[in-house]
């Protein structure tokens, strides 16, 4: 193809060539001298100031390309009609002269001709029909609400063929001009339909045998054609309805010649509505439409005749069929079954979608036409009974009725009607194309480019007008999804349906008790997950219905029912389309139901399978939900941190490593109470062994601090290869606090020593600076931002605190704790062990901080005075303002801290002497008190208690939050998910119990304090 000439891009900045993709090229051969002789090629402009005007209107249109093509097809077979003799072309068209005077009818056509080929091939087939868009003497545009003229004379089925196709043709030349909007349209296509249902209806009847008698015959509108906001486009449902037996035979006749003449004419006429559908009779009377709709109908059915209109034959029957089954429509919702028969309805129609189609169905596809429709009719069901301004049979008119009744927001009616408005607009210029029947946006550009001109959308600055019309699409579909799912879901449907008529008026104070005994908190946000998660392609939404039964009963067990469904949402978002996982959900045994009790009640699980979806594969062994030994970490992190030379990749990997050992333990915990769903992992001979769980609160801080102690050893593995160090420089890490005691939480930092030892030649100083710079680059890439949690590295329990320096050499810390260290540091140091480095020089700091933590002598007494002191000050200044003394975990009354320096007081004093004594973990240091006589074995026991109770709850309060927290609350979703982590069913039982525990362990602890 040449390159276009100066002529031809002229006539490209109209529109013309863009469909073809020739730059004008053709639009010059119809628009010049041989065509229809608008346009001069060597003056490249248009022949005079009428062509000028009538360029510019074809520029308008949605397809200037069709527009014109059809326009130079019309004019040619208005030429052939004439029967001219002159071969130039020289005769004067009288179409063009017309659409050259008359500025209304130029607009009009121009506007059809661009917007619809089949209109277009019909106005070629009869030249003269473009008249019917002349603009009348008076100026106004030709009346378009749906009327048939008389055409004259020919077969009736013929001349009714013509009238429809004139009387189409103005409402579609409204509808494209403005001159209609959408509600006036669909009323007009509706009035059509009834006109061209009561033209047939009596050319059926004068089609009968002489002699028959005119049946009584009612032909009732339904569905579209009922509601009055028929498309362009679509199958006409009907019920036939006879008065009398006696009008059945030939009630029948019409009723099928009429269906005979309206598929010649206009559309297919479907009743498979009526009673039995396609396998009952085509006419019932009456008396047998009451009798099968009282016995047999199903909810579908009674949904179906909202939407009754009379609308041809004998019209006062057709009202009183309504009338005689108005009252089994309201008393349809009534049924237990009623409901949920509508959602499954909903469902069963997007099932049958294509899945090739499903993104781009506006009708049947979630986020369509058919959401609005099914939640307006199913409230109209429930509610309609007791509030006859429901009883509407139009989408429009019920919603806005639903809004003014209250019984849907205002801001979501105008969503939905918006999305309406918009839907039905797309679904017009889809069918008014080629009269064909069809609600899928197609996928080829070229088509996607002429329906966003279609409907209006220009290009903008950065965005073309098929983006505009995508952007809107997207934003129109999400919101009637979800809004479809807020008001067809909402759970306080079934119990509006069950209560009689006289009884609907339903107080404010009565749905909030009935959403209180559901559980929500926010039912319709809640259950526009369970919509969102059970629509899309069939066979994920199939499975998912499976699964959501189960699931939900396992949600509603749980505090906060909603927020499991959300995070089970979160996740299935995520996972949705991986082949495996709603396949493991269903066949994986208790994973689904472990999955729905780890979601709903714990918030740090939650949110660390959402960084790590594929995690839940833990929840399907056994064995996978049991801590791995110490040494497996340790290997596994190492061998993950050497993979990169990059130290920060290193630590990413170690990192991600943690989060998955993080999800084993957190869900074992959370699984340990839970019946069935309790993991029980086998030891390698076979031997069952317990889950670490809540119930063995040292299980669980030891296997956290094992994690804790891998992390450290990668990231110093890493840190190392990092920083230039001299050789034989040792270096180790020493624990303290929780993770030296193996009694790490959830969101416990890494409190530390770091030691290093130099080599024999090397200088001070230089020791120093490069074990300075592994310790700060070992914390420095456990602090990098990353989507997993973080490990804080806390070395504040060093000698002189922020102030000291933050590495020291064995040498140092040992003149330290020999001439300046006071009691609350030896205190301090009974936690201490060794976590990573050189084992050997770890294994030379324990040595050396023994007589200072294991004083020969034990404490004096100013020691012991001192220790006591602080104790007080510690509760008094650390205890946040406004806590609660007698819930606080940590702080308060028999609470960890009360426990802890009790038994650290009695080591301090007596494990010089009794080596049994010297360990970093609380209840073992307890326990041996214990034996060797120095606490009473019944204060043991209440201390361990106490201690014990305040660790799970300080863990789960961590579980169920999701974040750090002290403070057991006395009332609440959070302490009613404590209670339930620790298998306690009455949370107000509970807290009578931890406050109980909590007073009889800090009288014990007082009494070691005080000995």
Known sequence: MGRPTRATGRLARYGFGTAEGDGGARAADLLGPEGLRLWQPAEQEPVDEAAAELLAALSRAADPDLALRQLHRIVEAESRIADSTATDGSVESSLLADLHNDPGLRRRLVAVLGASSALGDHLVAHPEHYQALRTAPDGLAPIAEGRLEPADGGHPVAALRTAYRLALLRIAAADLTGGRGLEQTMAALSALADATLSAAYEIAVAELAEGTERPRLAVVAMGKCGGGELNYVSDVDVIFVAAEDADLSAATQVATRLISICGLVAWPVDAALRPEGSRGPLVRTLASHLAYYRRWARTWE?????????????????????????????????????????????????????????????????????????????????????????????????????????????????????????????????????????????????????????????????????????????????????????????????????????????????????????????????????????????????????????????????????????NYRKVSDKLGSTPWYLRLLRDGGPVARRLARVLSLSRYVADLLARDPEALRLLAEENELAPRPPEVLREGFLAAAARHADPVEATSAVRALRRRELVRVACADVLCRAGSLAPSPTRPDGANRPAPGLSDITQVGTALADVTDATLAAALRAARASQPAPEGLRFAVIGMGRLGGYESNYLSDADVLFVYDPPAGVAESAASAAAHAIAEELRRLLGVPAPDPPLGVDADLRPEGRQGPLVRSLAAYATYYARWSRVWEAQALLRARFVCGDADLGTEFEAMIDPVRYPADGLTREQVVEIRRIKARVETERLPRGADPATHTKLGRGGLADVEWAVQLVQLRHAGANPALRGTRTLDALAAAERAGLIDPADAAEMAAGWSLAAQVRNALMLVRGRAGDQLPRHGVELAGVARLLGRDDPGEFLDEYLRTGRRSRAAAERVLDA
């Open 302 to 566: 009674f949904q179906a005749l909202l939407k009754a209109r009379p609308a041809a034959g004998d019209l006062p029957l057709a009202q009183e069929w309504i009338d005689q089954l108005a009252p089994l429509v309201w008393r349809a919702a009534e049924r237990p079954e009623a409901v949920e028969d509508v959602r499954a309805m909903r469902r069963r129609i997007i099932d049958h979608i294509p899945p090739k189609e499903l993104e781009r169905e506006i009708k049947r596809g979630p986020g369509g036409l058919r959401d609005i429709e099914f939640a307006v009719q199913l409230l109209q069901l429930v509610h309609g009974r007791g509030d006859e301004t429901l009883r509407e049979p139009g989408t429009i008119p019920a919603l806005r009725a639903l809004v003014a009744g209250g019984y849907v927001g205002r801001a979501d009616g105008e969503a939905l009607l918006r999305g309406y408005r918009f839907l039905r607009s797309v679904e017009h210029r889809l069918q008014l194309q080629g009269l064909r029947r069809t609600h899928t946006v197609p996928a080829e550009p070229g088509a996607l480019r002429w329906l966003a001109a279609a409907l209006g959308f220009t290009a903008t600055p950065g965005r073309s007008a098929v983006e505009s019309f995508r952007a809107e699409w997207v934003t129109h579909a999400t919101e009637v999804r979800r809004l479809h799912a807020k008001l067809l879901y909402r759970p306080l449907l079934e119990s509006v349906a069950r209560v009689p008529a006289d009884g609907l008026r339903l107080t404010p104070e009565a749905a909030r008790n009935r959403l209180e005994i559901l559980g929500f908190a926010d039912p319709a946000g809640a259950l526009r997950h369970l919509q969102a998660l059970t629509g899309g392609v069939s066979r994920t939404a199939a499975i998912q219905r499976t699964l959501l039964p189960v699931l939900l009963s396992e949600f509603a067990d749980a505090p906060e029912p909603d927020r499991g469904l959300l």
